[in-house]
């Protein structure tokens, strides 16, 4: 499952993106990793095969510091920067992120003002009236969280197939073994049948008409006598060939 390593380095950085802009960071470094987000889950090669020649950098929105954070996850399997920003939050800080309708900066605030770090937290708030008037929420923003929480706790609660559905590189994997990787098998498969058999066999053929055509125009000297025995010799093989039958 090669190309899955590309969507979980996109997750990744979609997720420092996030952690950012929960900090604040400048509106730049947060586009810089959004765009990188949107370059690897959009490439259709292996990222791992681009970093193995070198083309990190040359892929659009990825710099020397983004290729560094790359090669680091090849590597590793882990990225150093994301469990930093991890690490000045509360653990399941990142799934508050999940929730649609909370922006990052409003999670933040949230966090620091009402000590909120977790999906059941924000829920008591919200249905409490707690969240309202902290970083401008108002009636209307705590509804869209409700029901972010809601489509989120729906989302955990779907069935280990509707999962695997929903994650379309699960789906690049399989066509890539199931459909493209036979069909390449079998073209090269055809490729050598037809280099190694039907070309020998067309040689073959060449190099019969080839010898029998040399072997008449060796009785080609101008004696009748010659062409004669050829004649007699060419009438006995068709009947033998007719008595075989």
């Given at each position: 499952m090669a190309r899955v390593k590309n969507f979980e380095i996109a997750r990744l950085f979609?997720?420092?993106?996030?952690?950012?802009?929960?900090?604040?960071?400048?509106?730049?470094?947060?586009?810089?990793?959004?765009?990188?987000a949107q370059t690897v889950e959009s490439l259709s090669e292996d990222l791992a095969a681009v970093a193995a020649r070198g083309g990190l950098q040359a892929l659009p929105g990825i710099g020397r510091?983004?290729?560094?954070?790359?090669?680091?996850?090849?590597?590793?399997?882990?990225?150093?920067?994301?469990?930093?920003?991890?690490?000045?939050l509360p653990a399941a800080f990142p799934t508050l992120l999940e929730v649609r309708g909370l922006g990052p900066r409003t999670a933040r605030a949230l966090y620091e003002r009402l000590g909120i770090g977790t999906i059941e937290q924000l829920e008591d708030a919200c249905r409490s009236g707690a969240i309202l008037g902290v970083a401008g929420v108002r009636e209307k923003t705590r509804d869209n969280i409700l029901k972010g929480i809601a489509a989120w706790r729906a989302g955990r609660a779907r069935t280990p197939l509707h999962a695997f559905l929903l994650n379309a590189w699960y789906f690049d994997w399989l066509y890539d073994r199931a459909i493209v990787r036979p069909y390449f098998a079998l073209c090269a498969f055809l490729l050598r049948f037809d280099l190694g058999v039907i070309d020998g066999l067309v040689n073959l053929t060449g190099r019969i008409v080839q010898a029998w055509a040399a072997g008449s125009r060796r009785v080609q000297t101008g004696y009748v006598v010659n062409y004669a025995l050829t004649m007699l010799a060419g009438a006995v093989a068709l009947v033998g060939f007719l008595l075989a039958r």
């Open positions: 979609y997720e420092i993106a996030a952690l950012l802009e929960a900090r604040q960071e400048s509106r730049f470094r947060i586009r810089a990793y959004q765009r990188a510091e983004l290729a560094a954070r790359i090669d680091e996850y090849l590597a590793t399997g882990t990225m150093r920067h994301v469990e930093t920003l991890r690490g000045e």
